[in-house]
């Protein structure tokens, strides 16, 4: 009989520390997460420079001699382009909103340009934000600009230009850069 209580005393404490509130924990502070889902949805059109149709932009650059891109880090070909978002009518474009465009970093290489795949050894290409300024690294978007929407529309102007990372060979230069449009 005291094997039988014995048993059903230890259950007991065993069932009752199980249930018992836990010591209590001590916190430095909290970290509060706050967002915003919008609803902006601006066509991204080509503007001067470029061609192509809502959303997928061409930009031509000019052909070059192989003398400009004969060292290393040199740049040559400068090409202007702008890129509009938004437009009249186009209601979805919030005016105020701040939109910034962001690159994806799927053909970008470890220098933050744009990697060729066309037959010209040694030259990448490489985005800024105007003639002579320096350039985005597409790996972080550094230097990427922001614009506030007014009147349902706003521009961003680019430039695109080679980037010798050797001596520069002839052929062709081509390069993708996959975007997003992101709003605050």
């Excluded at 909290?30 to 915003?36: A, R, V």
Aim: overall charge neutral; hydrophobic content about 45%.
């Amino acid at each position: 009989m005291k094997k039988i209580l014995l048993s059903a005393a230890l259950a007991s404490i065993v069932g009752f520390a199980a249930v018992a509130p836990q010591s209590a924990q001590a916190y430095d502070g909290k970290l509060t997460i706050n967002g915003k889902i919008n609803d902006s949805t601006c066509v991204v059109t080509p503007g001067n420079g470029a061609s192509g149709t809502a959303g997928d932009v061409t930009v031509t650059m000019p052909e070059v001699q192989k003398a400009a891109l004969a060292a290393k880090d040199a740049v040559a070909g400068e090409q202007a382009f702008t890129l509009t978002i938004g437009g009249p009518g186009q209601s979805g474009c919030t005016n105020g909103m701040v939109a910034q465009m962001t690159f994806d970093k799927t053909n970008v290489n470890a220098a933050g340009r744009l990697n060729n795949t066309g037959n010209a050894t040694n030259v990448d290409v490489e985005l800024a934000n105007a003639a002579g300024a320096a350039a985005i690294n597409l790996l972080n978007n550094a230097q990427t600009p922001q614009i506030t929407i007014a009147n349902n529309t706003a521009q961003l102007n680019y430039v695109a230009r080679y980037h010798a990372t050797g001596v520069a060979t002839v052929g062709s230069v081509s390069a993708v850069a996959n975007y997003s449009v992101t709003y605050n």
